[in-house]
């Protein structure tokens, strides 16, 4: 899907730069799969969403709250991304 005619054309139509990397380097997609499966397991998994606005609300409390802001990364340093940024 991330090559799709509709993708590539939105990406050049906002001068953006596409990340695809070589077809089979795992390591590309790690950062990302690690990002879903923290969301998965901390807000999607918690509960049942009655609605799609419900359950936006969730992940932007989620990511600004406690990813952004509570979660010591070891790549950073065991800082937060927040403190990490100050810094």
Same mark, same amino acid.
């Given at each position: 899907? /991330?090559?799709?005619?509709?993708?590539?054309?939105?990406? *050049? #139509?906002?001068?953006?730069?596409?990340?695809?990397?070589?077809?089979? %380097?795992?390591?590309?997609?790690?950062?990302?799969?690690? /990002?879903?499966?923290?969301?998965?397991?901390?807000?999607? *998994? #918690?509960?049942?969403?009655?609605?799609?606005?419900?359950?936006?609300? %969730?992940?932007?409390?989620?990511?600004?709250?406690?990813?952004?802001?509570?979660?010591?990364?070891?790549?950073l340093g065991r800082l937060t991304p927040i403190e990490f940024e100050t810094i």
């Amino acid at each position: 899907q /991330f090559r799709s005619r509709k993708f590539v054309h939105a990406i *050049n #139509r906002h001068a953006l730069a596409g990340s695809m990397g070589r077809v089979g %380097a795992a390591g590309d997609n790690a950062a990302m799969e690690s /990002f879903f499966a923290l969301l998965q397991k901390n807000v999607l *998994n #918690r509960q049942s969403w009655t609605t799609r606005e419900e359950l936006r609300v %969730a992940i932007v409390k989620w990511i600004e709250r406690t990813y952004h802001r509570r979660r010591r990364q070891d790549r950073l340093g065991r800082l937060t991304p927040i403190e990490f940024e100050t810094i």
